[in-house]
């Protein structure tokens, strides 16, 4: 399970998306920033999600296409539209019976999954400053289109919290 730190204005596919696609240096916003950070708390993210006992960390990129694009974007309509929402997106592996015939390929059970996304939202609610520690790595992305992916946003209104999950497969 890895939260992302950054997305980056760029849209640069090694390879063509299921539609064929291929942007290769295309800025995903013209009038966007050069790169948006998550201003969720992703380091108190990925601690709990290992106290809940799943594997975690922060990832410093999301790469150049998809999931950095759904990054962006997010992030991007946050800035223009609404700069009291938190948002933030998480990577994470394949289910388990996606990889039966792809050895040494990372997975975790629907139940991990879902306990992860729980404590990272949890994170979310409790920390508003994220933690002073050590923290991060690159996510290696196959670039695999049946990679399981969770995009949520956070908006705090006085006391109440309302969480935003998308899961695309």
Do not use: W
């Not at 792809?102 to 879902?114: A, F, G, I, V, Y």
């Not at 196959?142 to 992916?149: C, F, L, S, V």
């Amino acid at each position: 399970i890895c939260p992302e730190r950054v997305a980056l204005n760029l849209s640069d596919a090694r390879i063509p998306d299921n539609a064929g696609v291929q942007p290769i240096d295309q800025p995903i916003a013209p009038d966007g920033e050069t790169a948006y950070f998550s201003n969720l708390p992703v380091k108190a993210m990925a601690q709990a999600v290992r106290q809940a006992g799943v594997p975690a960390q922060v990832s410093n990129t999301a790469g150049t296409y998809v999931c950095n694009h759904l990054m962006y974007g997010l992030l991007y309509h946050i800035h223009k539209r609404f700069p009291q929402t938190r948002g933030g997106f998480i990577h994470v592996p394949y289910l388990t019976e996606q990889v039966v015939d792809k050895p040494n390929t990372p997975s975790l059970s629907l139940e991990q999954m879902l306990r992860a996304v729980c404590a990272a939202l949890e994170a979310c609610v409790l920390h508003t400053q994220d933690l002073h520690a050590v923290e991060g790595a690159e996510h290696k992305s196959d670039a695999n289109p049946q990679t399981q992916i969770f995009s949520c946003s956070l908006r705090f209104k006085r006391s109440q919290t309302v969480g935003y999950a998308c899961l695309l497969g």
